[in-house]
């Protein structure tokens, strides 16, 4: 854990320069708009630790999978999330010397990500090596209202001596990814140019010999040139190099003058235009903004912020780390993922950093599902789920190249066009967990909004291919006279190929049952759309109907009668059963165990078994959650940031108020306090919506019952109270819970009956 | 299976060209010395299909591992066995065109390996495209008498004109690793020199990250020139580039004559030689082998092999293809490891290949051990024993890695240099069997040679190290009450991370029982010797008794009372039980089926139980094997060279003597046949112990009963007979067996009494 980032409501502060944390800092101040996005990199010239990193939603590149031994059935590539080009570069020379805050003297520091505003300011006054001293004060936003541009402001102010000062602003599409498999640039040039404070360069992502898509990207810059707030006159020399392009502005200034240099970035992708229009619209993009100036385009930014802080902010009054846990999180899932475009998804590390690549994981069903449906249009959610929809036949190869048959669905663990291309088998062919998600999902979506049209418009084809994989997954033990599953890893990853994974088991005959019900459901209330979809799907249903019963009569679920409690998978009890606590100096487990031990002890990375009783709640009795989860809980590590929002709910649940806020700090400020280790590779995007969870299905207790909304708040003991806005069926209200009692207002819609704490009340 | 190479006894012969399999060729027609060795490949430009491979033994380059995600213990980096420096090719010109049989009309062409004096032969006559004909006849050796050379002697003579012909004797250093991780090279030149008729480079393994030895390797070489027998004078234009040397030799050839061109070769590494002395001397050692003339070397070369013959080949009447598929074994046996370098152990691919990297597996121990024990002197088996020894200190580092402790030894499954090496979890971690293979030969050794001075030497400070390992690896299941191992993978590879393996419960609980016996011994016959050892292993005899004691009480070992067989380990019986007579078309899996499917499916790589049952046959009944063998057999696909001979072995001891004979050729000629179509790739080296084992151990039943040669001999019905050699303490004996009697003579050595078909006789 790392502690120096100021605590403050609605900033994310670093007081005073840390260059050992860089890379953590710069992927906490990362900005993005849900189109493109930003590390919090400096825009000079900075020879220290830094990870600089440009993302453009939707473009990626199949790096080929690296493997120690390549079998059949393992994806061919790992989709890469792209580093894109540089074009916040602004080179700043003073005199003869670069400015560069690892080399200068830094006297004084302050780098704040504004959340209110979505805007990141940096000052410093540094001392050079030539003597002369001089302030920096920088802002930057990628803008929420234009979701193509970003815009910088670099004030520059001389302190005790008049320099000529030379600015390269620059767009630069050398950079590498630094998870690339074996080493390899990703990005060809197609064209650059240059005008006069302007300039264009269009990259090409390499050819690959996976069939996939190459992506252009058009990255332009425009710029200009202010003293004192007068707008000046200069030349700008242009330079081009391969793949990269700038323009040289010299400027006399003098001591005490203060120029404010204004950068407009646009990036455009062959994903929304045609290959040959990108540089003339990405160059009348950058002229459009700069002739809107800075300030304009500043202000609408921040209006568009001010809105969603308005629908979505949580409240916690009387614990200020708390408050900016909340709030970080929120912002940071408000500009990975807006909903307005289909074909995308909320990447594991958003904008922040490359790691993991591919852009959609179970993360996105199984923890982000439930924040789109509270916070947004019902239209957000459904776009996610219309997603998997569109790559059900890419999920019916996958599970094809596995051997399965009869358009068998298996969702890839991770994806970016419905193809597999995570690395590790372990992961690929064995934690087919995710498939049941993606069905969860659209139950949870169901009944959330009660929008029943879905299944049979596209959800009901989705949980057919899924139940038919299941089916075929599921093989008869003569043995255990029981369907079992073998060789499957469940969400606990600190094992592997286990049989007869609990969770995996309980999720994979929901999907049967809970896909039967709905065929029951259409039957009854849309025959003709079932027999559309059963004749689509080939699917029989009578025979059909009955092989999956036969499974549900028997599946076996590994449980121990002594403990009374589901057991994680078979043979989980030949283990030496340890807590946590027994392991106190050697955590984090997966940097101080070998992999070999971690996977022959019994400890837990993220929740599994209670991920089932999680998801199926009503399935259990309270006693049953509580024998597992004080089995578990004190096993499990919580390595994975997908880990503590569950325990959270579940301890909220069953009134463990402590470890239920202990889980909630854990998870809020995972990052801002670095808790695994592993910030700087970018922050852990999906899990912030897990955090909101937390608060909202935890400490809230909001669920749907019944059809209604239900909340069964209480306060933490550090808190005096919360409050926060939930979307339901068109209504929004607003909630306030104090220790004394809960404030439900409705803000519009409809009015709504409600359940608060189990009675009905009409707001 | 493919049948182009013709049976002959002596020889593997490719009659008319086969460039569709000229890798397998090459592969097959590999030549070695045990320090140096070369595939099939042809002297001159071929720009057909080719694995060009040349080798150097114990050179090798640390590759960094390629792995999808680096965990905790993973091995930094996979040793690669070096395709080193190009020394056989001669370009050859023939007017303005180069020979090159891919692009030439090939009228007539035949390869031939001659076993019997280990050399390579060719000829062939070809059409030019500017209508010359010509015929080239070339033959080819490693040096068995000096093993630091090779020589080549290639004919020319044109058949319908005169023409000028260019040669262009090379050596060519820019070769790279077919299976390089990152596509890198791995040799960087140190120097190159050219003289008349001679040149010298001397190359050296890159720097590496992880502390592995550079090695360097000069290779020289020296040529001839003879028309019509006639030794020329000849100019030599020297030509250097890049890590290469050439030479260019012009003559006039009249249609008829005969050009003959003599290149000799010469790999010194500097392992063996102190850097600053490996040109001179490379250079030197070239000269001297141009002086003693072709035919000497081949002479010298041809008597070591006779030697080698009559020591131990075995001969097979009445039928052709079993006799081509033994010698072929045993000449590449020979020609891979000597014996004479304790240094050196026996690589999988030999020098046949560069796929799997490394050089030692636990094939040695295993496979390879009673091959080296029956058929050269007991010093060559101890040399491999020692090997492990001098790694002891390695295995405990490996042990450390994974967070055993106390040194606890876990050898490599994969090495060069006592280092694990290997890329996959899978193996590195889990396939802990090879320790107790490890302590087996040792058991092995002292059984067949009766040298118990090794253990007080060095066997039982390695057999302490291997039980200690076993002693932390089990642990204590409170639901089974008893000792269980829990995430391994057995010698069925099929399976990954299960628990309580069989076989490795069975070597493990063994290794710990056979140190104890030990160290009694040792206690009442050299007390002096034992307390040095615990001394130096600061091992505490009671405490450590005691411990492994409470183990050896309670092992767990999985079993069927039902069926009453040996489980391959927990959960087995929940697989669905299939044969291999029910997937017909579905073989070989590991090409057909996706890993998933395998892993999941009951089908079983290689021996697993019954390799337990093949080293431990004394500890079960015969009708316990056979039920054993009847249940495990037909689910064995045999899809690693190393299964078929422990089948043939105990199907013979089963007495089912067509199923020891499919099992016998499936082994003996599985790369002359491509069984697994693979050969391509290189040998299967370490297969061919099996294979020896098959007939010996197999048919003639070979075994060592309390301290004496037992043999229980039986001719399959396609032969006639076979006979063999087989050395026991100090005595050689040939064996012939026939359908009517078994013949055994005493050869050289103190008269012996052995046990044939379990009585008595003196030899």
């Known amino acids: 854990m790392k502690n120096y980032i100021t605590h403050s409501e609605w900033s994310v502060i670093e007081e005073g320069f840390h260059p050992e944390y860089n890379e953590i800092t710069e992927s906490l101040m990362s900005l993005g708009n849900g189109r493109m996005g930003q590390r919090g990199n400096f825009e000079e010239t900075y020879s220290g630790k830094s990870l600089q990193g440009s993302y453009v939603a939707g473009v990626y590149f ?13 994806p061919d590539y790992f989709a890469k999330v792209l580093n894109a080009c540089n074009w916040i570069g602004i080179g700043v020379r003073i005199g003869e010397e670069e400015l560069d805050l690892a080399t200068a003297d830094v006297e004084s520091f302050r780098r704040e990500l504004n959340m209110k505003e979505g805007v990141l300011y940096r000052t410093a006054t540094v ?16 803008s929420m209202a234009d979701d193509e541009s970003g815009a910088i402001r670099y004030a520059i102010r001389l302190l ?24 390899e640039s990703f990005w060809d040039e197609v064209s650059k140019e240059t005008a006069f404070a302007r300039g264009c360069l269009v990259l090409e992502t390499r050819a690959n010999p996976f069939g996939v898509e190459r992506f252009q990207v058009a990255t332009a810059m425009a710029y200009d040139l202010f003293v004192n707030g007068i707008r000046q006159d200069f030349n700008a020399i242009p330079e081009k190099k391969e793949k990269y392009v700038a323009g040289h502005v010299t400027v006399k200034l003098e001591a005490g003058q203060e120029l404010v240099f204004v950068k407009y970035g646009v990036n455009l992708s062959s994903a929304n235009y045609a290959r040959e229009e990108l540089p003339g619209a990405a160059n009348a993009h950058a002229d459009r903004l700069r002739e809107k100036s800075y300030g304009e385009l500043k202000h609408a930014h921040m209006s568009v912020w001010a809105g969603k802080w308005k629908r979505n902010d949580i409240i916690i009054e009387g614990d200020v780390a708390a408050q900016q846990g909340i709030r970080f999180n929120i912002f940071h899932l408000e500009q990975t993922y807006t909903g307005a475009d289909a074909r ?46 569109h790559h059900l036949g890419k999920a019916i190869e996958n599970a094809a190249k596995l051997g399965f048959a009869d358009g068998a669905a298996l969702y890839p663990m991770v994806t970016m066009n419905g193809e597999e291309c995570h690395n590790e088998w372990e992961i690929t062919f064995e934690e087919i967990h995710r498939n049941g998600a993606i069905a969860y999902a659209i139950f949870d ?30 093989s008869w033990s003569e043995a255990k006279k029981a369907y079992v599953m073998l060789g499957v890893t469940g969400p606990n990853e600190y094992e592997n190929n286990v049989n007869n994974n609990w969770y995996t088991n309980y999720i994979a005959s929901w999907t049967l ?13 849309d025959r003709e759309a079932l027999d559309s979809i059963l004749e689509k799907t080939a699917f029989d249903y009578h025979a059909g109907r009955a092989d999956w019963e036969k499974i549900l009569d028997n599946t076996w679920f590994p449980y121990d009668a002594e403990r009374q409690v589901f057991l994680q998978q078979d043979g989980f009890l030949d283990k030496e059963l340890l807590t946590v606590a027994q392991i106190a100096g050697h955590r984090p487990i997966n940097q101080k165990w070998s992999w070999d031990r971690i996977l022959r002890s019994c400890f837990i990375k993220q929740a599994d078994v209670l991920q ?43 009134n463990l108020r402590e470890k239920a806020y202990e889980m909630y700090l854990r998870t809020s400020r995972l990052d801002l306090d670095d808790y695994n280790n592993d910030t700087e590779d970018g922050l852990h995007i999906t899990s912030m919506a897990g955090t909101w969870m937390s608060v909202v299905k935890g400490f809230a207790g909001q669920r749907v019952v019944d ?30 819970v104090t220790g004394e009692n809960t404030e439900v207002k409705r803000i519009s819609g409809e009015p709504l009956a409600i359940l608060l704490s189990g009675q009905e009340c009409f707001v």
């Open 62 to 74: 199949p790096d080929k999978t690296r493997v120690g031994w390549w079998k059949n059935g393992y």
């Open 127 to 142: 001392r050079l090596k030539s003597g002369i001293r001089l302030s920096i004060a920088t802002e930057r936003f990628n």
């Open 160 to 183: 005790n001596a008049d320099a000529e000062i030379k600015l390269t602003p620059f767009l630069d599409g050398t950079i590498r990814n630094r998870d690339s498999n074996y080493g």
């Open 344 to 389: 995308l998804n909320i990447g594991p590390k958003g904008f922040t950093g490359e790691k993991y690549g591919g852009s959609t994981y179970w993360d996105t069903e199984a923890y982000c599902m439930p924040f789109y449906l509270a916070t947004a249009d019902a239209s957000v959610a459904r776009n996610l789920l219309v997603y998997r929809h």
């Open 445 to 474: 979506y169901v009944r959330y909004t009660g929008d029943k049209r879905y299944l049979a418009e596209y959800g009901l084809e989705v949980l057919i291919g899924i139940s038919r994989f299941w089916k075929q997954r599921f």
């Open 513 to 525: 049952r809970y896909t039967l019900s709905v065929m029951d459901t259409l039957e009854k209330e």
């Open 612 to 654: 089932g009783m999680y998801f199926f709640e009503e399935d259990f009795s309270m006693e049953q959650l509580r024998r597992n989860f004080e089995f578990y809980e004190p096993m499990t590590v919580h390595e994975s940031s997908l880990s503590p929002c569950v325990h959270a709910i579940l301890a909220a649940k069953l």
């Open 707 to 736: 059809g209604m909304l239900s909340l069964t708040p209480f306060v933490p003991d550090n808190w005096s109270s919360y409050s926060f806005r939930i979307g339901f069926r068109g209504t929004l209200l607003s909630v306030k």
